[in-house]
């Protein structure tokens, strides 16, 4: 990057990509990287400052996160936040313990040091977001108290050695005055500039394509989704011609996408496109398949099987010298659930275009938009000039309707879905609500039940509904669904589709679930 950039070490915490978004939507670039970075690592980011996440666990105990404690003597201007500010505590000579009143939810916090730069402008008492169980009881050689609640240390800092600290959660809404907060460790304390804009991402990575792929030629695994879509158009400004565009039919695809998204990707965005009917090939591999994960990573190889045949064609219809690069719409998202890129974490499942793609790929990848959130790509997509229509598509899992179906994937099965699904997408549509709503789609159980049509007796397959708002898709809430919407669904579904007579709808939020079923 060659511009303004704010390292995270994450700890684990639930907020940590809030952090990483408060910060972007500054317009300064941000990086989340594991707490167990190194000090290389880090620098090799060149930040221009550092902050420490909070996270689930306590300093003193055997099993806190392994940080390395020299991230504090790097110079850089640090924010600790929560676990953060325990830390720093406890590394730099001060003393942490089991807090007698723990503070979780709304709490109200004096400002002490009022003349702080972390506090400029900000009022004297807070309305703050607290989350911890443990408290900094004596302070660090060096640091003073900047601000506390009426049971615990809220904040403190040790200017000299550009290092502040908070005990509550300023990257949350419910910190009224959390944005004010970080904007001052930001402007005031780093002196960054706002400098992340979609123009400069589109100068700086249009460069950096042109460099790295040189005169080679490209292909794009193009789904017609917004993250594939911009990230050809990406691309296709890099090298022009010299990008060619795959799109597969995988088996799995919504009812009469194959065509549609051809269709649009040729008239709307003038990319050299080849489309690919693997159907067969995708379900023969997904035959007798019921484990999600398994699902996944067996989508992931086969793609790139598809892709390597396509290249290797390319090349020889082409007479390039070789066809070495692989374009995908990778997101940040993508990266954190499909790998521990983050603290403690764990995988939460295996996105076929990260956690499921072989470790012997002919290919090498380029993946423009892996360190943007999904909204940041559609203002990206705008910059660039592409359509409405597909910038507001709805995202679409990469192994398609194989992981809303449970269990086994057989044609019969993704016959049904696709009815359900198009019946659900065109009701929202009607409704007024697609806009409105990040993903809604169905999912095809493997529960039969008893029901009755025409007097006589059917048991057959049960659909569930699922409808989210979200932001980036890293967390989400059930959309309340108009009844008169859901009754429409339901009646279209349990009328027009043999196979499924009960539909139900989906009404957990990410956490505890996740938006996809599987």
Same mark, same amino acid.
């Given at each position: 990057?060659?511009?303004?950039?704010?390292?995270?070490?994450?700890?684990?915490?639930?907020?940590?990509?809030?952090?990483?978004?408060?910060?972007?939507?500054?317009?300064?670039?941000?990086?989340?990287?594991?707490?167990?970075?190194?000090?290389?690592?880090?620098?090799?980011?060149?930040?221009?400052?550092?902050?420490?996440?909070?996270?689930?666990?306590?300093?003193?105990?055997?099993?806190?996160?392994?940080?390395?404690?020299?991230?504090?003597?790097?110079?850089?201007?640090?924010?600790?936040?929560?676990?953060?500010?325990?830390?720093?505590?406890?590394?730099?000579?001060?003393?942490?313990?089991?807090?007698?009143?723990?503070?979780?939810?709304?709490?109200?916090?004096?400002?002490?040091?009022?003349?702080?730069?972390?506090?400029?402008?900000?009022?004297?008492?807070?309305?703050?977001?607290?989350?911890?169980?443990?408290?900094?009881?004596?302070?660090?050689?060096?640091?003073?108290?900047?601000?506390?609640?009426?049971?615990?240390?809220?904040?403190?800092?040790?200017?000299?050695?550009?290092?502040?600290?908070?005990?509550?959660?300023?990257?949350?809404?419910?910190?009224?005055?959390?944005?004010?907060?970080?904007?001052?460790?930001?402007?005031?304390?780093?002196?960054?500039?706002?400098?992340?804009?979609?123009?400069?991402?589109?100068?700086?990575?249009?460069?950096?394509?042109?460099?790295?792929?040189?005169?080679?030629?490209?292909?794009?695994?193009?789904?017609?989704?917004?993250?594939?879509?911009?990230?050809?158009?990406?691309?296709?400004?890099?090298?022009?011609?010299?990008?060619?565009?795959?799109?597969?039919?995988?088996?799995?695809?919504?009812?009469?996408?194959?065509?549609?998204?051809?269709?649009?990707?040729?008239?709307?965005?003038?990319?050299?496109?080849?489309?690919?009917?693997?159907?067969?090939?995708?379900?023969?591999?997904?035959?007798?398949?019921?484990?999600?994960?398994?699902?996944?990573?067996?989508?992931?190889?086969?793609?790139?099987?598809? +892709?390597? %045949? $396509?290249?290797? @064609? &390319?090349?020889? =219809?082409? *007479?390039?010298?070789?066809?070495?690069?692989?374009? /995908?719409?990778?997101?940040?998202?993508?990266?954190?659930?499909?790998?521990?890129?983050?603290?403690?974490?764990?995988?939460?499942?295996?996105?076929?275009?990260?956690?499921?793609?072989?470790?012997?790929?002919?290919?090498?990848?380029?993946?423009?938009?892996?360190?943007? +959130?999904? %909204? $940041?790509?559609? @203002? &990206?997509?705008? =910059?660039? *000039?592409?359509?409405?229509?597909?910038?507001?598509? /709805?995202?679409?899992?990469?192994?398609?309707?194989?992981?809303?179906?449970?269990?086994?994937?057989?044609?019969?099965?993704?016959?049904?879905?696709?009815?359900?699904?198009?019946?659900?997408?065109?009701?929202?549509?009607?409704?007024?609500?697609?806009?409105?709503?990040?993903?809604?789609?169905?999912?095809?159980?493997?529960?039969?039940?008893? *029901?009755?049509?025409?007097?006589?007796?059917?048991?057959?397959?049960?659909?569930?509904?699922?409808?989210?708002?979200?932001?980036?898709?890293?967390?989400?809430?059930?959309?309340?669904?108009?009844?008169?919407?859901?009754?429409?669904?339901?009646?279209?579904?349990?009328?027009?589709?043999?196979?499924?007579?009960?539909?139900?709808?989906?009404?957990?939020?990410?956490?505890?679930?996740?938006?996809?079923?599987?």
């Amino acid at each position: 990057m060659d511009t303004s950039s704010i390292v995270i070490l994450d700890f684990g915490s639930q907020y940590t990509q809030l952090i990483a978004r408060r910060i972007r939507e500054q317009n300064v670039f941000s990086v989340v990287l594991p707490c167990t970075a190194s000090i290389a690592e880090i620098q090799a980011q060149k930040p221009i400052g550092l902050i420490l996440s909070g996270g689930p666990c306590s300093v003193y105990d055997p099993d806190s996160p392994p940080a390395d404690p020299k991230v504090l003597e790097l110079g850089l201007p640090t924010l600790g936040i929560c676990y953060g500010l325990q830390f720093i505590t406890h590394h730099l000579g001060g003393k942490v313990r089991s807090a007698d009143k723990r503070e979780y939810g709304h709490a109200e916090v004096e400002v002490v040091d009022k003349d702080l730069p972390l506090f400029s402008d900000m009022p004297a008492d807070l309305t703050v977001w607290m989350s911890h169980g443990d408290e900094a009881i004596d302070l660090p050689p060096g640091f003073h108290l900047t601000a506390k609640t009426a049971n615990a240390v809220a904040g403190i800092a040790n200017p000299e050695r550009r290092i502040w600290a908070v005990q509550f959660h300023p990257e949350v809404h419910h910190t009224k005055q959390g944005t004010a907060l970080l904007r001052n460790f930001l402007f005031n304390l780093c002196q960054a500039k706002a400098d992340w804009t979609p123009a400069h991402f589109i100068e700086t990575t249009v460069a950096a394509i042109r460099e790295k792929v040189g005169e080679g030629h490209a292909i794009c695994a193009l789904s017609g989704g917004v993250d594939s879509s911009v990230a050809a158009v990406l691309v296709h400004k890099a090298i022009g011609d010299r990008l060619t565009c795959v799109f597969v039919d995988n088996g799995v695809l919504r009812k009469n996408e194959f065509f549609k998204v051809q269709e649009n990707l040729r008239s709307k965005l003038g990319l050299n496109l080849v489309a690919v009917d693997a159907s067969g090939r995708f379900l023969s591999k997904l035959a007798g398949v019921t484990d999600p994960e398994t699902k996944r990573k067996a989508i992931g190889r086969e793609f790139i099987e598809v +892709f390597d %045949d $396509e290249a290797a @064609r &390319i090349f020889k =219809d082409s *007479g390039e010298n070789e066809v070495a690069w692989l374009v /995908q719409g990778t997101l940040y998202p993508d990266v954190i659930e499909s790998s521990s890129v983050k603290g403690p974490s764990q995988t939460i499942k295996s996105h076929h275009n990260v956690g499921g793609l072989p470790e012997n790929m002919k290919l090498k990848l380029i993946e423009p938009l892996r360190d943007l +959130f999904k %909204d $940041e790509v559609r @203002r &990206i997509g705008r =910059d660039l *000039g592409m359509p409405a229509d597909i910038l507001e598509r /709805q995202p679409f899992p990469g192994p398609g309707l194989a992981v809303r179906i449970l269990g086994e994937v057989t044609p019969e099965r993704v016959a049904l879905l696709q009815e359900a699904d198009d019946i659900v997408v065109t009701e929202i549509k009607n409704a007024g609500l697609y806009q409105q709503i990040w993903q809604s789609f169905a999912v095809l159980l493997p529960v039969k039940s008893v *029901g009755v049509m025409g007097d006589q007796r059917t048991y057959a397959y049960t659909c569930a509904i699922r409808a989210v708002h979200s932001e980036d898709g890293m967390t989400a809430d059930w959309v309340p669904l108009p009844y008169e919407v859901l009754k429409t669904i339901s009646s279209r579904i349990v009328n027009e589709i043999a196979g499924i007579n009960r539909v139900v709808y989906d009404i957990t939020s990410k956490p505890p679930g996740t938006i996809e079923w599987e």
